[in-house]
C-alpha cells in the first residue's frame, strides 16, 4: 500500500497547518483512495506551534485567564502533550501581534508569559516547550521575569512596569524570589531566529518597526535592552546577550537563556515532538508546503526541514504553497515538483478567500500524476 505523509506549514492569514494537511489529504483521497495519507501539522516556533503539537500528540489544552501584551486580563491558554508531561506555551497566544490592536512596543508586555509557566508549573508540569513566534512585545522578557518572581526596581525603589519603556529605568534586579521550580525544570525555546539582543541585528532595529516602533523608538528600545541586559550579566555573571537567538521575539530568547534554557530550531523541535522522522521512515511520498515558497524558504523553514528528512529515508518529496516567489527554482534541489495553489491571475484576498478549495484543487491534480508513475 502506497504511504504518503502530509507535513505543512501554515498558510499565514489563510489556512492553519492543520486546515492545510486537511485540504491536501482530501484532494489526494480523491485519487488515490487506497493509499494510506497520514498528516502532521508542522509550525516553527512561530504561530500554530501549539495547536501543530496537541493535535498531532492527541495531546490538550488548558484554558486560563492571563495578563495580554497591553497588560489587560485576557482568555490565554497552552498546551499539554499527548504525553502528559510536557507542556507547550506559544508566545503569540498570550503576547502575540494579532492580540493588539495598537501597536506600540514600547508598552507591551511579556507578563502574561510568567503567568503561563507559573499555572503550569502549580499544575505539576516540569518539561516546555515555548513557541517564540509572533510576539508583540520588546521588553527583553522582563515581564514575564517579573510575573515569575523577579524584581525590577528604579532609582526610587519603586517595580519598573512591566514593558519596553521600562527597560531603561531599572536601576537595581533581584532574582532570588524567581520560582525555584524553575531550577528543575527543562525548558526548550523554539525558534529559528538566531538574532542577538542589541545592535544592528538586535530585536529592536530588525523587529521592533514591524510592531510598531519608530526610528525613535528603535534607539530607545535598543538602548533600554542594553542597559537591562548588561544590569541582568553583572547580577548573574556570564554574558548572554550575544548568543544566537538572544534577539528573538523582543528579547525574550535571552530572558530564556537567563533562565538556563536551550534555544533549538523550531521546525526540529516541533518534528522530534510528533516523531516525524520514525512516521516517514515508511512513507512513499512526502508533502510539505508553506504560504509563499522563495529563495528564504532555504533558511530553515519547515518545508526544507521535512525535504531534508524525506531524502534521508528515499521518501520523494513534494511541494505545494499558496504562492512560489522570487527564487523559488533553487527550491529544486530538495523536491521532486514545487506546485503554487493559485490558478490564474488573482488579487492576495480572492487566493485567501479561496485557499482550501484551491489547495484541494492543486494536490488533487498532484495525485493524478503520482496515480500515472505509482
Same mark, same amino acid.
Given at each position: $500500500?502506497?504511504?504518503?505523509?502530509?507535513?505543512?506549514?501554515?498558510?499565514?492569514?489563510?489556512?492553519?497547518?492543520?486546515?492545510?494537511?486537511?485540504?491536501?489529504?482530501?484532494?489526494?483521497?480523491?485519487?488515490?483512495?487506497?493509499?494510506?495519507?497520514? !498528516?502532521?501539522?508542522?509550525?516553527?516556533?512561530?504561530?500554530?506551534?501549539?495547536?501543530?503539537?496537541?493535535?498531532?500528540?492527541?495531546?490538550? @489544552?488548558?484554558?486560563? /485567564?492571563?495578563?495580554?501584551?497591553?497588560?489587560?486580563?485576557?482568555?490565554?491558554?497552552?498546551?499539554?502533550?499527548?504525553?502528559?508531561?510536557?507542556?507547550?506555551?506559544?508566545?503569540?497566544?498570550? #503576547?502575540?501581534?494579532?492580540?493588539? !490592536?495598537? /501597536?506600540?512596543?514600547?508598552?507591551?508586555?511579556?507578563?502574561?508569559?510568567?503567568?503561563?509557566?507559573?499555572?503550569? *508549573?502549580?499544575?505539576?508540569?516540569?518539561?516546555?516547550? !515555548?513557541?517564540?513566534?509572533?510576539?508583540?512585545?520588546?521588553?527583553?522578557? $522582563?515581564?514575564?521575569?517579573? %510575573? *515569575?518572581?523577579?524584581?525590577?526596581?528604579?532609582?526610587?525603589?519603586? $517595580?519598573?512596569?512591566? +514593558?519596553?519603556?521600562?527597560?531603561?529605568?531599572?536601576?537595581?534586579?533581584?532574582? &532570588?524570589?524567581? +520560582?525555584?521550580?524553575?531550577?528543575?525544570?527543562?525548558?526548550?525555546?523554539?525558534?529559528?531566529?538566531?538574532?542577538?539582543?542589541?545592535?544592528?541585528?538586535?530585536?529592536?532595529?530588525?523587529?521592533?518597526?514591524? @510592531?510598531?516602533?519608530?526610528?525613535?523608538?528603535?534607539?530607545?528600545?535598543?538602548?533600554?535592552?542594553?542597559?537591562?541586559?548588561?544590569?541582568?550579566?553583572?547580577?548573574?555573571?556570564? &554574558? $548572554?546577550?550575544?548568543?544566537?537567538? %538572544?534577539?528573538?521575539?523582543?528579547?525574550?530568547?535571552?530572558?530564556?537563556?537567563?533562565?538556563? %534554557?536551550?534555544?533549538?530550531?523550531?521546525?526540529?523541535?516541533?518534528?522530534? #515532538?510528533?516523531?516525524?522522522?520514525?512516521?516517514?521512515?515508511?512513507?512513499?511520498?512526502?508533502?510539505?508546503?508553506?504560504?509563499?515558497?522563495?529563495?528564504? =524558504? *532555504?533558511?530553515?523553514?519547515?518545508?526544507?526541514?521535512?525535504?531534508?528528512?524525506?531524502?534521508?529515508?528515499?521518501?520523494?518529496?513534494?511541494?505545494?504553497?499558496?504562492?512560489?516567489?522570487?527564487?523559488?527554482?533553487?527550491?529544486?534541489?530538495?523536491? !521532486? =515538483?514545487?506546485?503554487?495553489?493559485?490558478?490564474?491571475?488573482?488579487?492576495?484576498?480572492?487566493?485567501?478567500? +479561496?485557499?482550501?478549495?484551491?489547495?484541494?484543487?492543486?494536490?488533487?491534480?498532484?495525485?493524478?500524476?503520482?496515480?500515472?508513475?505509482?
Amino acid at each position: $500500500m502506497m504511504r504518503i505523509i502530509i507535513a505543512p506549514d501554515s498558510f499565514k492569514e489563510c489556512l492553519s497547518a492543520r486546515e492545510v494537511a486537511i485540504s491536501i489529504r482530501k484532494g489526494f483521497e480523491s485519487e488515490l483512495p487506497a493509499a494510506k495519507v497520514d !498528516i502532521f501539522p508542522m509550525a516553527d516556533g512561530g504561530e500554530g506551534t501549539m495547536d501543530a503539537l496537541v493535535y498531532s500528540t492527541k495531546g490538550r @489544552k488548558v484554558e486560563i /485567564r492571563s495578563t495580554g501584551p497591553h497588560g489587560k486580563e485576557t482568555n490565554s491558554c497552552y498546551g499539554v502533550l499527548g504525553d502528559e508531561q510536557t507542556v507547550v506555551i506559544e508566545v503569540a497566544n498570550v #503576547a502575540g501581534l494579532q492580540m493588539v !490592536i495598537e /501597536r506600540n512596543p514600547l508598552i507591551t508586555t511579556s507578563y502574561g508569559l510568567g503567568e503561563q509557566i507559573n499555572h503550569a *508549573l502549580n499544575e505539576g508540569y516540569r518539561k516546555f516547550i !515555548i513557541g517564540l513566534g509572533g510576539s508583540a512585545t520588546n521588553d527583553g522578557g $522582563m515581564g514575564m521575569l517579573q %510575573a *515569575l518572581g523577579g524584581i525590577f526596581l528604579d532609582k526610587k525603589g519603586t $517595580m519598573v512596569p512591566p +514593558n519596553g519603556g521600562g527597560l531603561e529605568q531599572i536601576h537595581s534586579i533581584d532574582l &532570588s524570589g524567581i +520560582n525555584p521550580i524553575l531550577t528543575e525544570c527543562e525548558l526548550i525555546v523554539a525558534s529559528d531566529v538566531d538574532n542577538v539582543l542589541c545592535g544592528p541585528s538586535g530585536a529592536s532595529h530588525v523587529f521592533g518597526p514591524q @510592531k510598531g516602533a519608530t526610528p525613535e523608538d528603535v534607539v530607545r528600545l535598543d538602548f533600554g535592552l542594553k542597559h537591562y541586559a548588561d544590569l541582568l550579566e553583572r547580577t548573574l555573571g556570564g &554574558s $548572554m546577550q550575544n548568543e544566537a537567538g %538572544a534577539g528573538a521575539a523582543g528579547g525574550l530568547g535571552f530572558a530564556f537563556l537567563v533562565l538556563g %534554557a536551550q534555544i533549538q530550531s523550531g521546525a526540529k523541535i516541533v518534528a522530534e #515532538a510528533m516523531e516525524l522522522e520514525h512516521q516517514i521512515k515508511s512513507a512513499d511520498w512526502v508533502v510539505t508546503g508553506e504560504g509563499k515558497s522563495d529563495f528564504q =524558504s *532555504l533558511y530553515g523553514k519547515v518545508p526544507i526541514y521535512v525535504a531534508k528528512i524525506a531524502e534521508r529515508y528515499n521518501a520523494k518529496p513534494l511541494l505545494i504553497s499558496g504562492s512560489l516567489g522570487r527564487g523559488y527554482e533553487q527550491l529544486y534541489d530538495y523536491f !521532486i =515538483s514545487c506546485q503554487s495553489i493559485t490558478n490564474g491571475p488573482m488579487s492576495l484576498q480572492d487566493a485567501i478567500n +479561496n485557499g482550501k478549495q484551491l489547495l484541494i484543487n492543486t494536490s488533487r491534480d498532484v495525485a493524478r500524476l503520482i496515480k500515472l508513475i505509482k
